[in-house]
């Protein structure tokens, strides 16, 4: 399979706790996006990559997270001290550059759970 | 700020009835649309997309939708629906140029079409 993969699928966590969550792109895929999804509502944007650079955070990213792509491939989403607000679908996302650039592939997501 | 506006939260129809899903987006600009749909345990998929030219654009599996520019609308039609057509429907806007190809979704549609 070469979509989009996402790791780990399920995550639960005690409030306060870190978590750290995985994104594979696409391979040729040189744009990356984390969206989250809470029950009753679509996904909201939360951040995105062209290649490793972060170009864009929505307000919805607070201090407590921070996403990274270090070699321009894979990502990380990491929630420090999380809260129980932080318990949703995370989701990634990846496009092609260029004139694809506007299709958006996305992974199965990660569900969480902050107890 | 963008913002996709879906009326309708939950569609039960008999298999063979017509769809029509509502979708109205609010932005000060032009945009690209797109609807998606997730299909129960499987991840969110492109079911169709307009960026410009003839408002009336073909997605999979038999469905269409129209651009009406004066509305702000783009509404999900489908002749006659299966039983496998069941899934949440998201309607989503980017903007035309610049934003990253950010996404901004609707709430969702959940269809059950029933035998």
């Known amino acids: 399979d070469t979509g989009v993969s996402q790791d780990p699928r399920h995550k639960i966590t005690k409030r306060g706790q870190n978590v750290t969550f995985r994104c594979d792109p696409i391979?040729?895929?040189?744009?990356l996006y984390w969206y989250r999804q809470t029950l009753g509502q679509g996904p909201e944007f939360l951040t995105y990559?062209?290649?490793?650079?972060?170009?864009?955070k929505s307000r919805l990213l607070s201090d407590r997270f921070s996403a990274e792509r270090p070699k321009g491939s894979f990502s990380t989403l990491e929630i420090q001290r999380t809260e129980q607000g932080d318990s949703a679908m995370y989701l990634c996302?990846?496009?092609?550059?260029?004139?694809?650039?506007?299709?958006?592939?996305f992974g199965p997501g990660t569900r969480l759970t902050v107890t | 700020a963008q913002s996709v506006s879906q009326h309708n939260h939950h569609v039960i129809l008999s298999e063979a009835a017509s769809l029509e899903l509502g979708c109205n987006y609010s932005?000060?600009?032009?945009?690209?649309l797109f609807w998606y749909v997730q299909y129960p345990g499987q991840h969110l998929q492109l079911l169709l997309k307009?960026?410009?030219?003839?408002?009336l654009v073909k997605g999979i599996k038999g469905f269409e939708a129209e651009f009406i520019k004066s509305k702000f609308s783009f509404n999900l039609r489908k002749p006659s629906v299966q039983w496998s057509d069941t899934a949440e429907y998201f309607c989503?806007?980017?903007?035309?140029?610049?934003?990253?190809?950010?996404?901004?979704f609707g709430t969702g549609t959940q269809l059950k079409v029933e035998l």
């Open positions: 996302a990846s496009s092609l550059p260029g004139p694809k650039s506007y299709e958006q592939y």
């Open positions: 391979s040729e895929h040189n744009r």
């Open positions: 990559f062209q290649n490793e650079a972060q170009l864009e």
């Open positions: 932005y000060g600009g032009t945009v690209n």
């Open positions: 307009y960026f410009s030219g003839d408002p």
């Open positions: 989503a806007v980017s903007p035309f140029t610049g934003g990253g190809n950010k996404l901004t």
